[in-house]
């Protein structure tokens, strides 16, 4: 990934959101995306121009944005009308980004758009968010990474965190090789990010 001075930045033209400029490159800010922070806490996956992802909880754009200024493609999923205005608006000014609007858990609504990934990347904040990116799975190509971005309280407010992320990463090693598993306190706090790779 590309830093300015220690700054995560992706490049892109700006102005997407507002974000910041630095040597005509655009800051990547952890506070603002998961990604950005698994960046910064952790190691996450190296992005290439050569990647497609398939990008699970699009919202308005705003990772997907610096993800697609790094890769080829990125099917960018969101089921909510709002922010997928935001998206369209986004996916209008970049050539490699097809917005889909479509429900994350029922991946046969849009199997038929799609061609096989080397990343599935997964933000929806929902409570079976587990099951959510293993029906996912079926897209991802021979050695490819599934990052899944677990907010805990989503799963369970009642339950310890750490049990939630336990639960989470035991059900996913099941299928895949965990890679990385982390927290992404200060930027987002009962969030943790599980990095898995397909064994095949
Ligand atoms: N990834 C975004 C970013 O970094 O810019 C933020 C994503 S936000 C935390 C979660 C998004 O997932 C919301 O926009 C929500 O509408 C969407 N979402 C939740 N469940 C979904 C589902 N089953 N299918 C598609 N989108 C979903």
């Known amino acids: ?25 655009r800051v990547w800010d952890p506070y ?3 990604l950005a922070a698994l ?6 996956i190296e992005l290439a121009p050569a ?3 398939l990008y699970l909880g699009a919202a308005n754009g705003t990772t997907v944005s610096h993800v697609a200024d790094y890769v080829d493609t990125v099917y960018a999923v969101e089921f ?9 608006e986004v996916a209008r000014r970049r050539r490699n980004i097809v917005p889909i609007m479509a429900d ?14 080397d990343l599935v990347y997964q933000d929806v904040a929902q409570p079976d968010q587990v099951s ?23 799963v369970d407010v009642r339950r310890d965190p750490e049990d939630v992320l336990a639960e989470a990463r035991d059900a996913l ?28």
């Open 132 to 154: 959510i990116a293993e029906r996912n799975l079926p897209f991802l190509l021979p050695g490819g990474w599934l990052v899944l971005m677990l907010k805990t309280r989503s």
């Open 1 to 25: 990934m590309i830093r300015i001075h220690n700054v995560l930045v992706s490049p892109g033209e700006g102005g997407v959101y507002g974000e910041r400029m630095l040597d005509g490159y």
């Open 32 to 34: 603002r995306s998961k």
């Open 104 to 117: 994350a858990g029922k991946p046969e609504e849009y199997a038929h758009f799609m061609e096989p990934v």
């Open 39 to 44: 960046y910064t806490v952790g190691t996450g």
């Open 173 to 200: 090693a099941r299928r895949l090789e965990v890679v990385e598993v982390c927290w992404l306190d200060p930027y987002h706090l009962d969030h943790a990010a599980i990095v898995c790779r397909d064994r095949r």
């Open 51 to 53: 990647m497609r992802v």
């Open 80 to 88: 909510a009308p709002r922010p997928m205005q935001d998206l369209l």
